[in-house]
């Protein structure tokens, strides 16, 4: 499960299971958080399901591509 820090989750005790809740939370402070390889692999994966400006969507495929998996 794809973790959210405590930092960003003022308005929860504990994040909740859905996944993409907490890639939302991860995607709505892009890259201060959730930069890592695995995780930018799921976000990318569920690019079209999150509500992502297009500055995010962009960054989120540049990080993608620039950690080697080359599918953007």
């Known amino acids: 499960m794809i973790e959210v820090p405590r930092d960003i989750l003022w308005d929860y005790q504990e ?17 201060l958080y959730g930069c890592d390889r695995e995780t930018v692999r799921i976000l990318y994966a569920h690019r079209d399901r ?10 989120i495929e540049a990080y993608d591509a620039a950690l080697g998996r080359g599918t953007s």
Do not use: V
């Open 50 to 59: 999150l509500k992502l400006d297009e500055a995010t969507k962009a960054l």
């Open 15 to 31: 994040a909740p299971e859905d996944l993409l809740w907490r890639l939302q939370r991860l995607a709505d402070f892009f890259p």
